[in-house]
């Protein structure tokens, strides 16, 4: 894979029940500013997504947000961001984290993080963006996930090397590792 500078983080404006969920973001955020890499995050200050900024900025790191206006009139907005980017949509904030960034990961979330996470990997699978896309998998948070894209393949619906393109793992070190290593696969339509 190309150079990676920065990592778009896809993650909860919500913690969620376990502390587990917020301490891994944490660790993570923390492992990439140590390894140089910004981070691009939808720009919220509460939840994971705020959880991650902090921590990033607290370790010395750069964080990008991209954030719909009619969310920054909710005053969900970080204030602290090294840059927040205004964009009109949604779909303008997934382009524009993309456009920012060279791989992709998902954190524990919601149906938000999730959309923002398949577009991603769909990119891939049809050769728009190369870059890898992960999952940080926080007490097998995204096991039931996992099982459906092996479902997927092994129904015909995907093929295999596209479901082995997902970059998994537990660890936040583990993680970032992998994805410097990623070799993407041929896009969708040559095979």
């Not at 393949?153 to 936040?172: E, K, W």
Request: charged residues 20%; negative net charge.
């Amino acid at each position: 894979m190309g150079s990676l500078a920065a990592v778009a983080v896809f993650c909860g404006s919500r913690t969620g029940t376990r502390p587990v969920y917020e301490e891994t973001a944490r660790a993570f955020a923390r492992v990439c500013v140590d390894r140089g890499l910004a981070l691009v995050t939808g720009g919220g200050s509460v939840g994971l997504m705020g959880a991650v900024a902090d921590a990033a900025l607290d370790a010395g790191g750069k964080v990008i947000g991209i954030m719909p206006q009619s969310l920054i009139d909710r005053e969900l907005a970080h204030q602290g961001l090294s840059e927040l980017h205004v964009v009109d949509t949604m779909h303008e904030r997934k382009a524009a984290m993309a456009h920012r960034s060279q791989a992709a990961v998902a954190l524990p979330g919601g149906a938000g993080t999730l959309d923002e996470w398949f577009e991603s990997w769909t990119w891939g699978q049809l050769g728009i963006d190369p870059s890898p896309t992960g999952l940080l998998n926080v007490q097998g948070y995204f096991d039931h996930l996992l099982a459906q894209a092996d479902r997927m393949a092994a129904d015909g619906f995907m093929s295999q090397a596209h479901r082995d393109m997902l970059v998994v793992t537990r660890d936040p070190s583990d993680l970032l590792e992998a994805l410097l290593a990623y070799q993407p696969p041929a896009p969708k339509w040559t095979r």
